[in-house]
Structure formats: structure tokens, C-alpha cells
């Protein structure tokens, strides 16, 4: 039996040493896609949580293709699910996703003296009638990648022009003989990559896609049918093997990779690939350039990229603002790009650390600054899956009918757009 001292000692113990409850943990849910370099974003994350005690960041990892990964997001926030807080936009889904109320308006966050401490083809890609609603954490614009080895061997200088490039490939192709080279690789498969391609066509043509302050079709005007045309029997009438017509990013650089085409279109980390030489068989003979553009147009970038976004159904917004404030901020934005990301903080194309192992950031510098969004739109949907239907039957199809089909695509893109004049109405 215990005496009364030993009881009194041990009450005396609970009462001096309580036992402590864990605090609760904050949980941020964050919806993302499986990143490249995965063992970095997961130290970027833990460095948050640890500069956050208590706040645990859960990820739910969606599909890698950008078109699934938008339905995922999108029937979250249809759903107004308070279970995501913040996710990756795409550099097309900030007016579709504010114009439906869905994300948070980040002005009182993130006001106009911090914007310009980034490239301004994202900031305006962001924006939607006045507001800000996604941070960019990095950009992408379309890029010629080029045979350094080839030209030089046939003393033919990079083109500026599209018909300079058809005319470089025809000469390499015939004195190579290779029957395995191909003059040209890009993306033409029927999805949003066709888009961002055809674009730079049209543009670089002194076209466009539609009239954005008469909210018309501009696909049956004549630059644009030219642009189309020029594509269909000049890039894959004439240099190309039909292959391409089914090739999205991973396909058209497996290809350049392989040293089995001359020019090569695609976004600033095909870099990286095509001069790592565990996996390309052309590493080191590879030059890079801005796209070309048809005489009397001007060389036309594609933007591309990825941005955070804040759910306006988050019932954590002061916490998400401060993850994306940190995910977008210069520190991790460095270290994210000495992974081969391109920053858009206009400050670090100055960092001697990022342009000392990515020096291909300088010369890409020049295009990101050029890049075009594509137009801003809250039905940008439809009207890219329309776009896609044309240019994929224009460009496959040897003697498709161009006119008619662009009068199609016209008439298809009108009618959608007629629900922004409609709501535009008083």
C-alpha cells in the first residue's frame, strides 16, 4: 500500500506536468499535376510547412495531360468544393474560371507594384476585366529548335522566314539522303498544342483567330487561310513525313532528339532534352531561335505556362494567399529554375547562378517578352475545340477545301461568341 507522501509526490506531478494535447494541424489542400523533377517541389513544400508549423500542405495529384487536368479542376469548383484551396491554372483558364466566379480575385494580395515584377505576357493572361486572379510560377513560348550541324555543313543560316525554313529543309534533305530525315517536327496531333502551332502561323501572317473587340471570327480572312494553307502543302505537303499529324510535345522531340528531323517547334525545356546526351542522340549540335515569320509579319510565340490560383470556395484564403506568395516568390522561383524552369520574375533572367547552368534563359528572353496569349476568353473552351476540328481537317487532308472549311470554323466560332455579345448587352 502507498503511503500518503508517494500519493501527494505523484498528484503533485499531474498537476505541475499536464499532458499536453497536439495542437490541431491546418491542413491546404493543393491540387497540382506530377511535376517534373518531383524531389523538388517536395522539398519546396516541406520548406513551407516548416516555415508554417502546424499547417500541413495535402496534394492531390491530377492527370498530366492539360485537358484532363481542367476537367478535374473544374468540376471542383463547379461543385464549389471547399476541399481544394489552391491549384495550378493553365495559362488559357483565368478568364473562363473568373468569369464563373470560381477563383479569388487576388487584387488586395497582389497589387500592381509587385505585378511588375513579372513578365508582363502572364500578368496579362492572369487578367480578366481589370482583375488579377492567378500568380505565374513559370512561362513557356513557343521556340525553333534547329540542326546547328546541318546548317553549317550546307552553309545555310538559321531562317527568319517560314519559307526560308521549307526552302533550308528541301536543300539539307536532298543532299543528306538520309531516307530517315525529316525536314520538320511539330506539334499537329487534333488538341490544344494544334492550336498554340496554327497560331503562330496565323499571327506571323499578320492574322488572327478572331476579332476580340468585335468578338468576330477572323479564321476566313485571307492571312489567316494563307497561314493554314502554307502549313498543309508546304510543312507537311512538302518536309515532313505524316507522322507529325499525330505527334503532341513528347513525340515531335523524340523524333529532333533521334536526329531524324532538321527544325523542330516546341517550348523552351526541350532545351534541356535535346542536349542531355544520355538522351538525345544530338546533344550539342542543336541551336535555338525565335519562330520564324513570313515576309513583312513578325516573329509570334505561343504563351504557355502555369499559375496558382485560389479557390474562391477556400475557407483558408489568407493561408492560401501565403503558400502561392511563397511558391511564387523569388527564392523558389530561382530554385525552380535551375531545374530548367523558366522564371517569370523579370530579376532572375539577371541571376548569375540561374544563367550560369541554364544559359539558354538569355537568348529565350527575347521570346518570352514577344509571347502572345491567347485571347481571353471565358468560352476559350468551345472555341479551341472548334479551332481544333478545322485546323486538323485542313492541315491532314491533302485537297481539303480550305474556304469552306474556314467558313465552317467561322460560322461555328460566331455563334459562340454571340453569347458574349448577348451578355454584354444592357
Same mark, same amino acid.
Do not use: C, H, I, Y
Given at each position: 500500500m502507498q503511503s500518503p507522501c508517494t500519493v501527494l509526490i505523484v498528484l503533485a506531478t499531474l498537476i505541475s506536468f499536464p499532458t499536453r494535447t497536439p495542437a490541431k494541424e491546418i491542413q491546404l489542400r493543393f491540387v497540382t499535376w506530377r511535376p517534373e523533377a518531383a524531389w523538388v517541389w517536395d522539398r519546396v513544400i516541406a520548406d513551407f510547412e516548416a516555415e508554417n508549423p502546424g499547417v500541413k500542405i495535402v496534394r492531390e495529384v491530377g492527370p498530366h495531360s492539360s485537358t484532363e487536368f481542367h476537367d478535374l479542376v473544374t468540376q471542383k469548383l463547379r461543385n464549389r468544393d471547399p476541399g481544394m484551396d489552391v491549384f495550378f491554372m493553365d495559362v488559357i483558364w483565368p478568364a473562363e474560371f473568373a468569369s464563373a466566379g470560381w477563383t479569388l480575385p487576388l487584387d488586395r494580395f497582389f497589387p500592381p507594384s509587385e505585378q511588375k515584377e513579372f513578365l508582363p505576357a502572364p500578368i496579362q493572361a492572369n487578367t480578366y476585366q481589370g482583375r488579377i486572379y492567378g500568380v505565374p510560377v513559370f512561362i513557356d513560348a513557343g521556340l525553333l529548335y534547329y540542326r546547328k550541324d546541318l546548317l553549317q555543313k550546307h552553309h545555310l543560316p538559321p531562317p527568319r522566314t517560314w519559307p526560308e525554313l521549307v526552302a533550308n529543309a528541301k536543300v539539307i534533305l536532298a543532299k543528306e539522303t538520309d531516307p530517315h530525315l525529316t %525536314?520538320?517536327? %511539330?506539334?499537329f496531333k487534333q488538341y490544344e498544342g494544334l492550336v498554340c502551332n496554327m497560331m503562330e502561323y496565323i499571327l506571323s501572317n499578320g492574322g488572327s483567330l478572331w476579332d476580340e473587340k468585335e468578338l468576330k471570327s477572323a479564321l476566313e480572312l485571307p492571312r489567316a487561310k494563307q497561314a493554314v494553307v502554307f502549313v498543309r502543302d508546304r510543312i507537311i505537303g512538302e518536309i515532313s513525313h505524316r507522322g507529325v499529324l499525330a505527334y503532341q510535345e513528347p513525340e515531335s522531340l523524340a523524333l529532333f532528339s533521334e536526329g531524324k528531323a532538321i527544325f523542330h517547334r516546341n517550348w523552351p525545356y526541350a532545351w534541356q @532534352? *535535346?542536349? /542531355?546526351?544520355? +538522351?538525345s542522340k544530338i546533344s550539342g549540335k542543336v541551336g535555338m531561335r525565335p519562330l520564324p515569320a513570313f515576309p513583312g509579319g513578325k516573329s509570334v510565340a505561343a504563351l504557355g505556362g502555369w499559375q496558382l490560383g485560389i479557390s474562391r470556395f477556400s475557407r483558408k484564403p489568407e493561408l492560401a494567399? +501565403?503558400? *502561392? @506568395?511563397?511558391?511564387?516568390g523569388r527564392e523558389i522561383q530561382k530554385r525552380l529554375a535551375l531545374t530548367g524552369l523558366a522564371p517569370t520574375r523579370k530579376g532572375l533572367y539577371e541571376d548569375a547562378d540561374i544563367i550560369g547552368k541554364n544559359p539558354q534563359f538569355k537568348s529565350q528572353l527575347e521570346t518570352f517578352l514577344l509571347a502572345v496569349p491567347r485571347p481571353r476568353t471565358p468560352v476559350y473552351s468551345p472555341l479551341s475545340n472548334i479551332m481544333q476540328r478545322y485546323f486538323s481537317s485542313a492541315v491532314a487532308i491533302p485537297a481539303s477545301d *480550305? /474556304?469552306? !472549311? @474556314? $467558313? !465552317?470554323? @467561322? $460560322?461555328d466560332t460566331d455563334r459562340v461568341l454571340d453569347l458574349l455579345r448577348e451578355k454584354s448587352r444592357p
Open positions: %525536314g520538320f517536327s %511539330g506539334q @532534352a *535535346v542536349n /542531355d546526351p544520355r +538522351k494567399w +501565403k503558400f *502561392v @506568395a511563397f511558391m511564387t *480550305v /474556304d469552306q !472549311l @474556314a $467558313r !465552317l470554323a @467561322a $460560322r
